[in-house]
C-alpha cells in the first residue's frame, strides 16, 4: 500500500509538470500591438490545442490511476484515466484505451492475456483506500468477471443524480465491445442495467483516442432521447479525457440548421406514429407536388400598348419539365421563372428580349402570383405548416401514404391550426424528422445564407436507439459520413408508438454498406439487484416474450415492498415512502417514478410534506437544471436510462394504461434502482405483478 501510494503521488507530479508544459506553450506565440496576420493566426491554433490539452488533463475528483498489471516479462503497468509520462518521457500511467491495457478488463483464468497479476485500486482522488489482487490461476478463477470486490463496491456506491465512468471496473463482455472496430454498424442490445449507456460513452472516448485522426475533424455525435438524459450523462466524457465528442437530442440536428425553431409541443401517440412511420416520405413529396402546379387561368400581363400571355398549357409544359431536370424544389425556381418570361416574350410578335421582359415585369402583381401559383420558394416550416393547416392538401397528401379506409382519420389526427405567423408555430419532437425530410427535397431557399447546410460526423452513437420512428433513422442516416453507428438499446423497453420490434427494423433505415452489421449482446446486469430484477422479468415475459431477460451479477438484495393504499391518500402515501426511504438509503438517491396523470397530485403532496426534491423535465437546449441528488419527481416518460439507489413506481396499472407500450413502461420503470424498489398501488396490479 505504501509503496503504492509513493507511485500515485509520483503520477500526479507528473500530471502537474504536464499542465505547466501546456500552459508554457502559451509563451511561445504572444503577438503585440501590430503583429502580423500569421502571427495572431498561429497565436490562435496554439491556445486553442493548450485549452484542449488543459481539458484533457482535468480529473476533477476522479482518481488518476485505477489499477495495475503485471505481465510473465515482470513488467508493472498502472492503468489511468489518461497517459502520464515523466521528464524523460519515460510512461508512468498508461492510457485505459491502450492496447496494453486490454488485459486489464479481459483476462481471465482461462486466457490470461500474458499477465500474471491484475491489482485494482479502490481511491479518493489522490488518496489510495484500498486494494485487490488477482493472481491468474486456471484452478481457482472463474472466467465470468473481473474485479469482484472493486465491482461490487462501485455499484454498492450512492448515486447522486449524475452518471459515472466505469473505466475502473469494465467487464470483458463490455471491452469487447468498447474496442470493436470504427467502420460499419455496432448494434448493442442488452436489458436493464447491463452498462449500455457506459459502454457506448466509453466506446465514443476509445473512438476518438485510437482513430483521432480522422475523427478529431469528422466529428463523433451522441444521440440521447431527451435533455434530462444528456443532462444526466453529461460528466462521464470528460472524467474519461474526452470533451469532443457532441452530445445533442433529434431536435438540436434541425434548430443547427434552422435557429428559432420552437420543438415543444406534446404529440399525442396517433399523431406520433403517423408522423414517425416511413410513409411519411411519400406524405412529403406528395405535399411539394401539390405545390408544383400549371396555371388556373391564362396569364395576362399589360407590355406597353400590348399584352403578353402565358397559357395554362405552356405552364403546364414548364412544372414538367422543372420536374423532370430538378432534384431540389427549390433549385428549380429560377429555371420556372427563366421559362416563364421566356414564354412571355414569345408571346409577343416582335419578340423581345427575355431579360427586358424579366426586368420590366418582375415585380408586376400578376406576374408574382402566378409564379407563387407554379413554383413557390418553400421553407419546411412553410410546407407543413400549410399542409397541417389545410384539411385539402392534408387529404392528398396522405392519399399516397395512408389506405383509403384510414384518410379521415389521419386527416382529423394531423389537422391543426395555421396560426397567423410561422415564427410563434411550435412543432414536435415527431415533427423534426418530418421537416428535415422536407428540408432534403426541397433544398435551401435562393439568397437564404440563414441555412447551414447539413452537418455530417465520423461516427454517430444513437443511445435507446429502439424508440427511434423510421423517419428519425433516415434524418439520422443522412448525418453519416460514412455510415459507422454504434446503436445502443433494448428492443424490451420499446415504449414509443410504432416502436421497434426487432433490430432489422431499425438496421433497415441505416446506411448499412458492405459490411455486415454487429450485434453485440451484454447479458449481465450489474445495476439491479437479483429480487428486484425477478419482479420485473414477469413483467417482461407478458410485454415481450420473444427477449432473453438478463441475469442479475448480485444474488442479494433487500426484497421489493409492494404497499397497497387507498386511491384518495396514494399521494400523501408517496410523500410519507420518499421520507422512509430516505432515511434507510442515508444520502442515496430517491426516484418517485409516477404516471403523467399524477405527477401534479405527487408534486403537491411532497411539497406540503416539505420534503425537497426536483422535478425532471425535458427542459430546453440552454436549461442548466439536472436530476435532483436526493430525490427526484420523474414522470415514466423520462426514467429511461437513469440509475438511482431507491426507486417508489406509483399505480403500476395506471402506467400500462396510459403509455402506448403500457408493460414495457411498466419493466423499464422496475428497473431503475440499484437497491431498493417500492411498489404503491391504489387500484390493484397488473395481472404480471400479482
Known sequence: MAAEQ??????????????????????????????????????????????????????????????????????????GRLAVADERQEPVVVDWRAPIAEGFYRATGRDSMGLVRRRHFVSRGQHLIDMEDELFDLDRLDDTYQGHGALIAALEQNRDGQLRDIVATIQGEQDEIIRDDLKGVVIVQGGPGTGKTVVALHRAAYLLYTFRFPLEGQGVLLLGPNRLFLRYIERVLPSLGEAGVHLLVLADLLTEMFPGTLVRLADAPAQAAIKGNISMVEVVKRAIRDRERRLRDEVVVPYGVTSLRVTIEQSARIVAEAKRRFRHHNRARRFVEAEFFQALAGSHRSRPDAGVVRDRLRSHATVREALEWMWPILTPHELLRDLYGSRALLRSALSSGLPSGDLDHGVSVMRRERGDYEVDYVWSDADVPVLDEAHSILGSPPHRRDVEEIRTYGHIVVDEAQDHSPMALRMLARRSLNGSFTIVGDIAQATAPGAADDWDDVLGHLPLGSRQPRVRPLSLSYRI????????????????????????????????????????RIADKVAQLVQQESAVLDGGSVAVIVPESLIDDVDDALSDAGIEFGRARNESRNATGQLHPQVALVPVTLVKGLELDGSIVVEPSRIVDEE?????????????????????YSEGLPDSMT
Open 660 to 680: 402506448p407500450q403500457g408493460l414495457r413502461a411498466l419493466y423499464v420503470a422496475l428497473t431503475r434502482s440499484t437497491k431498493r424498489l417500492v411498489v404503491v
Open 6 to 79: 509513493a507511485y500515485i503521488n509520483h503520477a500526479y507530479v507528473c500530471l502537474e509538470a504536464a499542465r505547466a508544459r501546456a500552459v508554457k506553450l502559451r509563451s511561445m506565440v504572444e503577438v503585440g500591438r501590430g503583429g502580423t496576420t500569421q502571427a495572431r493566426y498561429e497565436r490562435d491554433v496554439i491556445e486553442e490545442q493548450v485549452a484542449g490539452r488543459l481539458s484533457q488533463l482535468e480529473l476533477g475528483s476522479s482518481s488518476l490511476i485505477f489499477g495495475r498489471i503485471d505481465t510473465v516479462d515482470d513488467e508493472p503497468f498502472h492503468i
Open 529 to 568: 439487484p437479483a429480487p428486484n430484477l425477478r419482479v420485473a422479468l414477469r413483467v417482461l415475459e407478458a410485454a415481450a416474450p420473444h427477449i432473453s431477460p438478463p441475469t442479475a451479477v448480485r444474488a442479494k438484495g433487500e426484497a421489493p415492498r409492494f404497499v397497497a393504499t387507498e386511491t384518495y
